[in-house]
């Protein structure tokens, strides 16, 4: 009330003392901010000097004696433009909000002489430049967080000596803190997380008694944890995370008593945890996690009653578990996995407990899963695997009807499933490499969310079950069991199934037709059974199946000649059967591995690496015994039949590779198949489509034109490459022509002519326009969707090509979203550089001219590319689709794209949700409270995923398979948890 009173004092002094100020015409003052902002959604509509209503009824315009404006309040408007100087030229004004818009330029320098101004948030915009320097000492909160400001703090900030909040974080400043920031005595939230901050934490902030709030966390800070900071008797919220931190936890920590969040993950900590930490009667979240602390957990851990979520996992913690975890009434989130506890879980962990994620997985537990785990009924997740339990699945579980994931792979559980097969949402049920047993045929299948099942590496026997009760069945390994019978064809029923893996059981019969069915199946791995009769043709109607591993069986009959034609086919294993007649000589069988053919006695032809006899051998052979049984006058019929079969023969291998003369030379055109070699012409690609009038773009290796097939009137686009193209690189180009998915712009040509140097590539011609175009019309499904369009490109392309291949560059402007909203990456010639092993190749496209706004740390530095940079690339992505920024937006021309993932690692660990995500994201769902909830949830986990893919270590980078399963994973959820709640949750 006395800093109110001031404040009033002080107006009514510039009132008096500067009658001037009284002459400047507030309405013009308003007027005038009106023209210099872009007002998108017509937010300032009734600011008009021709309305009737007076200027302090405007739209968030708060006037004090009905004449003068004390506040402008404009947050989430969807305003652009610099900020008008003019708005700190108001006498009265007290209250500045202009966050969540779309401002940028710098503050303006206005700011430093407003003497009247009690609350400043330009919070969310797009602000440049310096913090500048001010003296306002009525001034309380000052929140300039997730902008792109820069320079470091200023050094006399002391003097704004009224502060009781400042929020710089999410901006790009660096440097050390100033001391004169400890002069501000009354400040109560200190808010400096996700910058470039260096230095060491100031041991004098022990002298700002009124400390409620540190969040110094995402930055660079160094040197041990100040032993003052425990000198704070208000602070209730300490983060550090995310520094260099070393040393030990300070004992003075525990002298913090009204202390209720401790978070110091991500450090270089090292010891014990200070035994007064556990003293902390008030704290409900502790998270230590990836640091190198060691030591038991002591059983004073009982002291921290309110404790609701405990983090201490990838550290180098011992000993048992202690008991006093389980006596913890509130405690809901429980991760100490990645440490070396040994010994068994506690008895009754989760009987008083309210636990909703458990993972103690990765460490050397021993002993029985408690049969309380579940008893709250809450429980989500349950993470076990990599330890040594043993005994049963507690019954107890199969009662559990809010789990969703169950992952206890990799232990010692035996004992038979029971009704663990009716969990009503779980969708990722991993018991995999475990001594389980019993049949599972006759078991009660009902898991209606059930994605992800794995049953491998058991003891199970018996037939196969015909079905699990889901529609939803996306990965199915039952391998490394007993099972035996045939295989379902009711198998073809599963619609969304992309990998089946029934290999090293006991299967007999043939392999239903009914698999081809499955369209999305991707992986289809049935070696070691005892499989007979002959591989149905049909298999080649499945349109992505890219591996097929029928090896060690007592298959029969000849390879289907249909199978080297499915394009997206690249690993065929087919050994050790019983196989005759010749190979196939297109497709994944060109230049398939001797070790994929072998134990077939009557197997021959192919490529030399295959290691087959030539088929002309052996039916020259077989002519020599007619000669011998039969009369001479047989052998002209006989010799005529082998030259017909040798001439078609020849004539299929080479059909999809033609060499055409025109008036430009002669043309070698390499099509991906004879479908595409039938419908485009040389004409076509040379003649038509090469025309100016039929360029679309211009890039760095030549033009791009859009084509017709003359045949069928299908578009296309041809792209010229002008660079010299060895003889090494044509072949690379030849092999890129198989790759063919749905998520990526397909390569359907390859020409060259003798005349001239480079080559020209064929595209197939989608509708649709570049991602950077579109993304801000793109709605929450939309954006999910385009989201998991990239993944599975990226999925196919690291796992499903041999090689693998990398992309390198994966920007906004590589995607293309059709009319449908389906993403469709592109590959352009630079980046597919595991194909492209010749120096000549690399050398003329490039390969280290990656956008650096989207490359991964170390791509920066030695130019070399991997997986893990495409994971990083896509990952900055995924945080644009989230946010609607750029790393435009957030660099300063420094072209790195490190400043948008440290905003949004800033962002999502401060978790206000409406700060970072993009405005339009929201604005459909706003009238759904259940459908905002469920949204809100999805983002907050999606930005998970994107964080985890921009790791600073790229082998903390998950692979595309995982962010292809986390992502659809999302999409699907239907978490009844709190936005607010999941930002605690580490995962």
Known sequence: MAKEGFGMFLLGFLFIVFPTCKGFDQLQLLLSMKASIIDHSHSLVTWNSNSSLSFCHWSGITCFDSSHVSKIQLPGKNLSGTIPGSIFRLPYIQVIDLSGNHFSGEIPPGFSSCFSLRHLNLSGNNLTGPIPSARITVLETLDLSNNMLSGQIPGDIGLLSGLK???????????????????????????????????????????????????????????????????????????????????????????????????????????????????????????????????????????????????????????????????????????????????????????????????LSTNNLTGKIPESVCASGHLLKLILFSNSLQGEIPRSLSLCKNLQRVRIQKNRISGELNSFTSLPAVYFLDVSSNSLSGRIDHLEWNMPQLQMLSLAKNEFFGPLPGSFGSSKLENLDMSGNKFSGSIPESFGEFSQLMELKLSGNQLSGRIPDQLSSCKKLVSLDLDHNHLSGEIPSSLAAMPVLGQLDLSVNELTGKIPSELGDVQSLVQVNLSHNHFHGSLPSTGAFMAINSSSVAG???????????????????????????????????????????????????????????????????????????????????????????????????????????????????????????AVISSTCWFEWTQICKINHPNVVRLLAVCRSSEEAGLILVHEYIKGKDLSEVISRLNWEHRISVALGISKALKYLHSSCSPGIVVGEITPKKVLVDDKNEAHLRLSPPWMINHFSSDSTKKAFGNNNIASAYAAPEAKGSKELSEKSDIYAFGVLLIELLTGKTPADMELGGGHGSCIVEWARYCYSDCHLQVWVDASILKNVFNDEALQINVNNQIVETMSVALRCTAGDPAARPTAAHVMKDLESVARSRSSSSPSSLCFVKV
């Open 600 to 722: 077939n006695k009557n197997l021959c032809g192919g490529h030399k690496t295959s290691g087959l006899p030539s088929c002309n051998h052996d039916r020259a052979n077989h002519i020599r015994w007619f000669v011998l049984t039969f009369l001479l006058a047989f052998i002209t019929m006989f010799a005529a039949v082998v030259f017909i079969a040798i001439f078609i023969k020849q004539r299929k291998f080479s059909s999809d590779l033609k060499r055409v003369e025109s008036e430009d030379g002669i043309w070698e055109l390499q099509f991906a198949d004879n479908k595409v070699a039938r419908s485009i012409t040389i004409e076509d690609i040379i003649l038509s489509a090469r025309r100016q009038e039929n360029v679309v773009a211009s890039g760095r290796t030549g033009l791009s034109y859009k084509g017709e097939s003359s045949f069928d009137r299908k578009p296309f686009l041809v792209k010229e490459i002008t």
């Open 165 to 359: 909040v400042v929020d710089f974080g999410g901006n790009v400043l660096s440097g050390n803190l100033p001391d004169s920031l400890t002069n501000i005595t009354m400040l109560e939230f200190l808010t400096l997380a996700s910058n470039q901050l260096t230095g060491e934490i100031p041991a004098k902030l022990g002298l700002m008694k009124k400390l409620k709030w540190i969040y110094l966390g995402y930055n660079n800070f160094s040197g041990p944890i100040p032993d003052e900071i425990g000198e704070l008797p208000s602070l209730n919220h300490l983060d550090l995370v995310y520094n260099n931190l070393t040393g030990q936890i300070p004992q003075s920590l525990g002298n913090l008593t009204n202390l209720q969040h401790l978070f110091l993950y991500f450090n270089k900590l090292t010891g014990t945890i200070p035994t007064s930490i556990f003293s902390l009667k008030k704290l409900l979240s502790l998270d230590l996690s990836d640091n190198s602390l060691s030591g038991e957990i002591p059983e004073l851990l009982v002291h921290l009653e309110k404790l609701e979520i405990l983090h201490l996992f990838s550290n180098n913690f011992s000993g048992k578990i202690p008991k006093a975890v389980s006596s913890l009434p509130h405690l809901q989130v429980l991760q100490l996995w990645s440490n070396r506890f040994s010994g068994e879980i506690p008895a009754d962990l989760g009987r008083y407990n309210n636990l909703t994620v458990l993972d």
